[in-house]
C-alpha cells in the first residue's frame, strides 16, 4: 500500500488516522535520504524546543551533557547554567516560540544549530548573520499536530535505525494483535521500557493532542510504575511495549505489544504513535471535529496562518 499517496490526497473531511501516518513516515525515509545530525558540536549544548520538539532534543542528545530547556525556561538556564557552548534549536515549522528564542540567542552571538522540517523559517531568518547551522529534514503532508515524519525522521536521522525494518514488523507482527479492548475503555496506561523513558512525554503529548481530557492516560516505565502509581485503581488497560506485564491491572485488560529485538528510540516512538492510532480509530473523533477551529484560533494567537494540513516539504 501507498501511505505517502493516501497522504497527498486527503482533505480536511478525510483526515487520516495517526497509524496512516506513521506507516507514511516510514515509507517516506526508505525512500529518502536523511541530512546528517551532527550531535558531536557541542560539549555542552542547550537543547531547546516546545511541546514535541523539546522531547525529541532529550532523545537525540539523551547521552551527552547537554543542558534542555523549552520555551519557558530557555533565558533563565542561558543565563544561570555555566559552560554552555553552543545552542540547539529543534522544531518542525521554525515558527512560533522557535523565531523568539533564534532571535534571543542570536543576539548573545552564540554558535546555534536549527535542526527543522522548513526552509527558510522565521527562526532561520531571525538567525540571519549569526554562526548558524541550519538541517532541513523531509517531511509528508500531514494533519496539523501529529508531527509524526518530522520528528521521527530526526530520530532516525541521528540514530540510523532499520526504518524498513520497522515498517515491516508494524505491518506483520503489531497490525495482526487484538485491539479491541482498546474500544471498551476510556483510561489507559502506557509501560515503556526503562531504556525509553525519554520517550513518555511524546506519548502523553500524542494522547493530549488526540484525545484532550476525553480520554485518561499514564505513561510511565516499567521500573517507575511501583511508585504509588496504581494505588488508586481506575479500571484501566495496562499497555505494555518490549516487556511482558505480569502484575499491573486486572490480567483481562491487559495488552502487550513486541518490540523488534534492536528496536530503538525510533521504532519506540512509531510502534508507540501506531498503537495509540488504535485507540483513536476505536474512540469518538474528538481530533478531527475541532481541528479546523483549533487552528484559526492559534492562529491569531500566534499571529500566523496556521493551517489544519501541514504540506510535505521535498529536500
Known amino acids: 500500500m501507498n501511505y505517502i499517496e493516501q497522504l497527498q490526497t486527503f482533505d480536511i473531511n478525510s483526515l487520516p488516522d495517526l497509524d496512516v501516518v506513521v506507516l507514511g513516515a516510514l515509507e517516506l525515509f526508505t525512500e529518502t535520504e536523511l541530512p546528517q545530525i551532527n550531535l558531536e558540536q557541542f560539549e555542552r549544548p542547550l537543547v531547546v524546543g516546545s511541546g514535541n520538539a523539546e522531547a525529541t532534543g532529550r532523545i537525540l542528545f539523551a547521552d551527552t551533557d547537554a543542558v534542555f530547556a523549552s520555551e519557558s525556561d530557555y533565558q533563565r538556564?542561558?543565563?544561570?547554567?555555566?559552560?554552555?557552548?553552543?545552542?540547539?534549536?529543534?522544531?518542525?515549522?521554525?515558527?512560533?516560540?522557535?523565531?523568539?528564542?533564534?532571535?534571543?540567542?542570536?543576539?548573545?552571538?552564540?554558535?546555534?544549530?536549527?535542526?527543522?522540517?522548513?526552509?527558510?523559517?522565521?527562526?532561520?531568518?531571525?538567525?540571519?548573520?549569526?554562526?548558524?547551522?541550519?538541517?532541513?529534514?523531509?517531511?509528508?503532508?500531514?494533519?496539523?499536530?501529529?508531527?509524526?515524519?518530522?520528528?521521527?525522521?530526526?530520530?532516525?536521522?541521528?540514530?540510523?535505525?532499520?526504518?524498513?525494518?520497522?515498517?515491516?514488523?508494524?505491518?506483520?507482527?503489531?497490525?495482526?494483535?487484538?485491539?479491541?479492548?482498546?474500544?471498551?475503555?476510556?483510561?489507559?496506561?502506557?509501560?515503556v521500557p526503562p531504556r525509553f523513558a525519554q520517550i513518555i512525554r511524546m506519548l502523553e503529548v500524542k494522547f493530549i493532542e488526540l484525545f484532550?481530557?476525553?480520554?485518561?492516560?499514564?505513561?510511565?516505565?516499567?521500573?517507575?510504575?511501583?511508585h504509588a502509581t496504581t494505588d488508586a485503581p481506575a479500571?484501566?488497560?495496562?499497555?505494555?511495549?518490549?516487556?511482558?506485564?505480569?502484575?499491573?491491572?486486572?490480567?483481562s485488560r491487559r495488552l502487550y505489544i513486541p518490540l523488534p529485538d534492536d528496536a530503538g528510540y525510533g521504532a519506540m516512538m512509531a510502534i508507540g504513535y501506531y498503537v495509540i492510532s488504535q485507540v483513536q480509530s476505536r474512540q469518538p473523533d474528538y481530533f478531527k471535529q475541532n481541528i479546523a477551529e483549533y487552528t484559526q484560533r492559534i492562529s491569531d494567537i500566534f499571529g500566523g496562518d496556521i493551517q489544519p494540513i501541514v504540506p510535505r516539504a521535498d529536500n
Open 212 to 226: 484532550g481530557r476525553n480520554i485518561a492516560r499514564d505513561v510511565e516505565t516499567s521500573e517507575y510504575v511501583a
Open 235 to 251: 479500571n484501566e488497560v495496562f499497555i505494555s511495549f518490549g516487556e511482558e506485564n505480569t502484575t499491573w491491572g486486572d490480567p
Open 77 to 191: 538556564k542561558l543565563e544561570s547554567v555555566a559552560a554552555i557552548d553552543g545552542v540547539v534549536i529543534i522544531s518542525a515549522s521554525g515558527s512560533k516560540h522557535a523565531s523568539q528564542i533564534a532571535e534571543y540567542v542570536a543576539e548573545r552571538g552564540l554558535t546555534v544549530t536549527l535542526i527543522t522540517n522548513t526552509a527558510n523559517s522565521p527562526a532561520e531568518r531571525a538567525l540571519s548573520g549569526a554562526d548558524v547551522t541550519v538541517v532541513v529534514m523531509p517531511k509528508n503532508r500531514e494533519p496539523y499536530t501529529y508531527n509524526t515524519s518530522t520528528y521521527l525522521g530526526m530520530i532516525m536521522a541521528a540514530r540510523g535505525e532499520d526504518r524498513a525494518g520497522i515498517k515491516n514488523f508494524i505491518e506483520s507482527t503489531v497490525s495482526e494483535l487484538d485491539f479491541d479492548l482498546l474500544g471498551e475503555h476510556d483510561k489507559f496506561y502506557l509501560i
